[in-house]
C-alpha cells in the first residue's frame, strides 16, 4: 500500500509535467517524480524493527573481527541507500541545468508560457 | 545586488562561521557517522550562500572570484581521480582500490584515522560540490532586473 | 507503520497544491514543503544519511527557484488550456496507475526484508564484512566510497557536466549575438 501512494506521486509530477503550460510548473512536475523515485528506491530496502546501518562501538568485537549478530539480522539494506544518495545530488545539478534554460528563454522571449514560444531553430 | 541591512550582515557573518565548522564536520566524520562528502559539500556552498544573500554580490566577488572557483572545482574533481589511479598504481593492478588500508596504514576501526582512503575521497568530493553548486548559484544572480527583453 | 501513512498522505497533498495553484510564490513554497516531508520520511525509514542530504539539498533547491522566478514580474499564470487534451491525458495517466497497482499486489509486502531471501548477496554482504574489508563504520559510506566508487565518479562526471552545460548557458557575452536580426 506504501507503494501505490508513492507510484501516485510519480503519476502526479507525471501529469504536471505533461499538461501544463508554465515553463515553471513543467519544472516543478519533474522534480515531485524525482522525489518519488527516490522515496519508492528507499522504501524498498526497509525492514519492520530496522536500525540504521551504522555500526556502533558495543557490536563489533575486534579481537575476532566479527560484527554482533544482532546488527546483521536487524539492519536495513544499505545497498539502495547509496544509490538514492548520489541521486539526491545530480538532481540539484539538473534542476540548476533547466532553471537556467528558462531564465535564458524569458530573457529573450519575455514570457513564461510555452505556447508563444515559436522560434525555436536547430 | 545589494546587500541587506547591518542587523542582518553582523548576524550572518558570525553564523557563517559556525555553519563552515559544521559542515567541516559532517566531512571529516563521514566515515564514521552519517554524512559523507556530498551532505558536507552542500552545506560549505550554502554558507558562502548566505554572506552572497547578506553582504551582496560584489562583496563575494571580491573576496572569491569566478575564476579561483572554477579552479576549486576541477581540483577537487582531480583529487578524486588521482586517488582511483593510485590505487591502480600501487595496490595490484586494482582500479579505485582502497591502497591505505589494505597495504600502508591499517588504523584502528572507529578512530578518526581509520578507513584508509575513505576520508581522503570524502574531501575532494566535498570541495567539488559545493564549489560547482555555488558558482551556480552565483551566475543565476547575476541575471536578474539589469537585462532588458528582448521582442 | 503510521507515520509512514501520514506523511506519505501530507507529501500528496503538498504535491496537488502545488501542481494546482495559480500563484507561482505558493507552488515554490509548496515543494519545500513536500522536501521537508521527504526528508522526515527518509529519517523514519532508518537512512539518516539520506536525511541529511535530502534537506540541505532541498533548501538549495528552494534558493535557486526563487531567486530565479518570482523576482520576473509575472507571477501569476493565465491562459486557457485546451479542454480535449488535458481528458485525453488524465484518462492515459489513470489506466498507467491502475496497472501499476496491479504490478505492486505480486511484490512482497512492504517491510519484509527482500535482500535478506538471498543469503550470499551483496547487501549480506556488505552488512557482514564491511567493517572487516574497509574499516568503515558507516556502511553507507563504505559502499559509496569502496565497493562501488566507479559509481560516485560517475555522479561527479554527471554534476560536473550539468555545471558546464549551466555556465555556458550563462553567458553574458551571448547577448551581442542575441540582438543580431534573424536571417
Not at chain 1, 505533461?18 to 522534480?31: A, Q, R, S, Y
Amino acid at each position: 500500500m506504501p507503494y501505490a501512494l508513492c507510484f501516485l506521486l510519480f503519476m502526479l509530477g507525471l501529469y504536471c509535467a505533461v499538461v501544463k503550460k508554465n515553463m515553471v510548473k513543467i519544472v516543478i512536475g519533474i522534480m515531485v517524480m524525482e522525489y518519488a523515485v527516490n522515496l519508492f528506491l528507499v522504501m524498498l530496502g526497509f525492514r519492520v524493527g530496522g536500525i540504521a546501518p551504522i555500526i556502533d562501538r558495543a557490536q563489533y568485537d575486534p579481537v575476532m573481527r566479527q560484527v554482533a549478530a544482532g546488527f546483521v539480522n536487524n539492519s536495513v539494506d544499505p545497498l539502495p541507500q547509496a544509490l538514492v544518495l548520489t541521486s539526491i545530488v545530480i538532481s540539484l545539478g539538473s534542476l540548476a541545468l533547466m532553471i537556467s534554460i528558462c531564465v535564458r528563454t524569458y530573457e529573450k522571449y519575455g514570457t513564461f508560457d510555452i505556447t508563444q514560444i515559436r522560434r525555436l531553430k536547430g | 545586488m545589494k546587500g541587506m541591512t547591518i542587523i542582518v550582515k553582523t548576524i550572518s557573518s558570525w553564523v557563517k562561521v559556525l555553519i563552515v565548522l559544521f559542515g567541516i564536520y559532517i566531512i571529516l566524520f563521514g566515515h564514521l557517522t552519517p554524512g559523507g562528502g556530498f551532505a558536507g559539500g552542500v552545506i560549505l556552498a550554502s554558507s558562502y550562500l548566505l554572506i552572497m544573500l547578506a553582504f551582496g554580490r560584489e562583496f563575494v566577488q571580491k573576496d572569491l572570484p569566478l575564476a579561483l572557483d572554477s579552479k576549486l572545482d576541477c581540483l577537487g574533481a582531480l583529487l578524486f581521480a588521482m586517488i582511483a589511479v593510485l590505487g591502480l598504481v600501487l595496490c595490484d593492478k586494482i582500479f579505485f582500490a582502497n591502497f591505505l588500508y589494505q597495504e600502508y596504514l591499517p588504523g584502528k576501526a572507529f578512530d578518526l584515522i581509520s578507513a584508509g582512503t575513505i576520508p581522503l575521497s570524502n574531501i575532494a568530493i566535498g570541495l567539488k560540490v559545493g564549489a560547482s553548486l555555488f558558482l551556480v548559484i552565483f551566475l543565476l544572480s547575476t541575471f536578474r532586473r539589469d537585462t532588458s527583453v528582448n521582442r | 507503520m503510521y507515520i509512514f501513512y501520514v506523511l506519505l498522505i501530507f507529501i500528496i497533498i503538498a504535491a496537488i497544491i502545488a501542481i494546482e495553484t495559480k500563484n507561482l510564490l505558493s507552488a515554490v513554497i509548496c515543494i519545500g514543503a513536500l522536501g521537508f516531508g521527504a526528508s522526515l520520511m527518509f529519517l523514519f525509514l532508518r537512512a539518516p544519511d539520506i536525511a541529511i542530504t535530502q534537506i540541505v539539498v532541498e533548501v538549495l533547491g528552494l534558493i535557486i527557484l526563487i531567486r530565479s522566478t518570482i523576482s520576473r514580474d509575472l507571477t501569476f499564470i493565465s491562459g486557457d488550456k485546451e479542454f480535449f487534451g488535458t481528458v485525453i491525458s488524465i484518462v492515459i495517466i489513470f489506466v498507467i496507475f491502475l496497472a501499476g497497482v496491479k504490478v505492486f499486489e505480486t511484490m512482497p509486502d512492504f517491510g519484509t526484508a527482500i535482500f535478506a531471501q538471498v543469503s550470499e548477496g551483496a547487501s549480506q554482504t556488505y552488512i557482514k564484512e564491511g567493517l572487516q574489508n574497509t574499516g568503515a563504520a558507516n556502511i553507507v559510506s563504505s559502499v559509496i566510497l569502496d565497493y562501488r566508487a566507479y559509481d560516485t565518479l560517475g555522479e561527479t562526471t554527471v554534476l560536473f557536466t550539468c555545471i558546464i552545460g549551466a555556465t555556458v548557458i550563462l553567458r553574458k557575452k551571448a547577448k551581442k549575438l542575441l540582438e543580431e536580426p534573424d536571417l
